[in-house]
């Protein structure tokens, strides 16, 4: 009831710019790389001093508040999601872009009270672009209002996705089978190696739909509120109601190309967080 979202901001807001300060200044120097579920799903010491910059200091703000990172997940510690304010936390979303220096990296931080998010923030501190939302506020890019492109047309969407971090047979079958289906229906593809950042670049207007199978809550949970706030959709990739436990997300510029992807789209169902 006392829930003060603008003080909330301005407390993150300070730590992820501190953040960001350090990510840029590690991009183009050596990694010390760990492997997650597999050789190509990385975690770096980056990773983890951000995440504990992160949680040790709004802990320190919001004694009651609750946390799930990527970092501590990776620990083994369960993903749990309550309706008590809740920080989902990727500490660096495009880790093999970090570990490769290929310029799109970022901090990916929300805010989520009853399961809804109340801000979202996506900051590539390389590229110094700052993507904030807050709810019911609109989105912003580097303080700047942003808009969806509103596109309805299959045929004239640039479509994000990715390929993914496992090499699972059955889940490479999906996305080869579901990027041969994009690349001959839409106007094009791209994939920028960050979940997050593909999903801003639906709210920027730079890209009309995203989709990704095997995401977790903390790659999609700014995006969901900072693309909604710049007048897109987000849901499942069935068109059902976005679940961040379920591991799969459809972002897009209008509800009418949504259900266009979500039609277009052979489905992928990951074991849930
Ligand atoms: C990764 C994303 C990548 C996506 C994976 C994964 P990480 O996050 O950046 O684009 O395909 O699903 O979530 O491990 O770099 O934070």
């Known amino acids: 009831s006392e829930f003060d979202v603008k003080r909330c ?10 953040a960001g300060n350090i990510i840029a200044s590690r991009n183009d120097q050596q990694k010390t ?12 010491e980056t990773d983890q001093e951000v995440e504990t910059l992160l949680i040790s200091n709004l802990s320190k703000e919001f004694p009651t508040h609750r ?19 809740t920080w ?28 809804d998010p109340q801000i979202g923030i996506i900051y590539n501190p390389i590229l110094n672009q ?24 299959l045929g004239k969407a640039l479509i994000t996705t990715e390929f993914g971090t496992t090499r699972d047979t059955e889940k490479l079958d999906v996305t080869m089978d579901n990027l041969r ?19 801003a670049m639906v709210a920027l207007g730079a890209a009309d739909c995203n989709y990704e199978f095997g995401i977790h809550a903390w790659d999609i949970a700014a995006g ?18 976005l679940d961040f436990m379920a591991r799969r997300v459809l972002a897009a510029s209008s509800p009418e190309l949504a259900n266009k992807v979500a039609n277009l789209l052979t489905q992928y169902y990951p074991p849930r967080d």
């Open 33 to 44: 790389i760990s492997e997650k579920s597999c050789d190509v799903d990385l975690l770096t």
């Open 67 to 85: 946390f799930i990172g990527e970092e501590e997940t990776s620990e083994g510690k369960k993903v749990e999601l309550t309706d008590l304010p």
């Open 9 to 18: 901001y301005d407390v993150v807001i300070k730590l992820v710019d501190e």
């Open 181 to 199: 289906k994009t690349i001959e229906s839409a106007h094009g593809i791209r994939a920028l190696g960050s979940a997050a950042l593909n999903m």
């Open 130 to 153: 700052k993507f904030t939302a807050i709810k019911g506020e609109g989105a912003f890019l580097n303080g700047r209002r942003i808009k969806v492109s509103g596109q309805t047309d």
């Open 88 to 115: 989902i936390i990727d500490p660096v979303d495009g880790t093999m872009n970090f570990v490769h220096t290929f310029p799109h990296s970022c901090i990916s931080v929300a805010l989520l009270v009853n399961k």
């Open 224 to 241: 969901d509120l900072i693309v909604r706030e710049a007048g897109g959709v987000t849901s499942d990739p069935t068109g059902q109601p």
